[in-house]
């Protein structure tokens, strides 16, 4: 498992965010969970070990599916596959 993150930072750069400490970024990116539904959104800091695994990872476009704010999960498409995240997971994930 660990193999398979060293080859996601190599391919990929640097998977933790420093857009956080970046005033720059505050302004631009906003948490996935407050994305508008039929939106495509790109990927920007994902520390979530688990949901790289499902290939949503920094710089990936992901179409927000379905986004209710009284329900507590989202619906996102990332390429073929369609994923159910919940909003606590979603709201630690920056797009842009």
Known sequence: MNAMFKRLRRRFGKTGCSAEKNSLCNTCCDCLANAEADKVVTITC????????RGIYTGVSVKVLRNEKEEPNIVI????????????????????
């Open 46 to 53: 994902n520390n979530d070990h688990k949901t790289m695994e």
């Open 77 to 96: 498409a990332v390429g073929d596959a369609r994923y159910v995240l919940d909003r606590r997971i979603a709201q630690r994930i920056k797009v842009r």
